[in-house]
T-cell receptor, first 112, second 113 residues
Framework: AQSVSQHNHHVILSEAASLELGCNYS??????LFWYVQYPGQHLQLLLK??????LVKGIKGFEAEFIKSKFSFNLRKPSVQWSDTAEYFC??????????FGPGTRLSVLP | KAGVTQTPRYLIKTRGQQVTLSCSPI?????VSWYQQTPGQGLQFLFEYFSETQRNKGNFPGRFSGRQFSNSRSEMNVSTLELGDSALYLC????????????FGPGTRLLVL
């Protein structure tokens, strides 16, 4: 069975700091990878996704993620965070027509 | 296009009762998935429906059931509610199978007293 782990439960940063959120998955075959974001009081929104091709994918709001197949990782990055990036971030994996599996989430708090 | 809608948005029930939640997917989307979101467990997959057929099912007891109608709208039912069923229930739709991007609704927050 697939599983997804996220390295940090809660990350606290100051504005303008760089962000990297770790995500690792366990599945040996071809996967589709996603990052979703849930802003306070809002529903889950897609941040970015990787299906194939260039392993460095760019999403909305300046986020990007890099797929490293050998490490089974799909880490999320942003060079300079803003207060408005305060949210919960979920990594998700889908493979082989199976259902989505979500990581436990990382709560990001950005201090103004 | 309108997004995924879920009704009701909030619900309070007592133990032993049953509840039905509804989800209307984005127009043209044929796959609907349901998730339970709790602070301790994150998002747990309940089931997925595609063209009125259940394709996948998560590890939840039989008290949790669902169905999908010919217009792709979906309902999930929880019978004999327990306190631990208190959660945010999310519905997500995708154009076909769940291997594609899923688009989430706002959720139904269920409180069981």
């Amino acid at each position: 069975a697939q599983s997804v782990s996220q390295h940090n439960h809660h990350v606290i940063l100051s504005e303008a700091a760089s962000l990297e959120l770790g995500c690792n998955y366990s599945y040996g075959g071809t996967v589709n990878l996603f990052w979703y974001v849930q802003y306070p009081g809002q529903h889950l929104q897609l941040l970015l996704k990787y299906f194939s091709g260039d392993p460095l994918v760019k999403g909305i709001k300046g986020f990007e993620a890099e797929f490293i197949k050998s490490k089974f990782s799909f880490n999320l990055r942003k060079p300079s965070v803003q207060w408005s990036d305060t949210a919960e971030y979920f990594c998700a994996v889908n493979a082989g027509g199976q259902n989505f599996v979500f990581g436990p989430g990382t709560r990001l708090s950005v201090l103004p | 296009k309108a997004g995924v809608t879920q009704t009701p948005r909030y619900l309070i029930k007592t133990r032993g009762q049953q509840v039905t939640l509804s989800c209307s997917p984005i127009s043209g989307h044929r796959s609907v998935s349901w998730y339970q979101q709790t602070p301790g467990q994150g998002l747990q997959f309940l089931f997925e429906y595609f063209s009125e057929t259940q394709r996948n099912k998560g590890n939840f007891p039989g008290r949790f059931s669902g169905r999908q109608f010919s217009n792709s709208r979906s309902e999930m039912n929880v019978s004999t509610l327990e306190l631990g069923d208190s959660a945010l229930y999310l519905c997500a739709s995708s154009p076909s199978w769940s291997s594609e991007t899923q688009y989430f609704g706002p959720g139904t927050r269920l409180l069981v007293l």
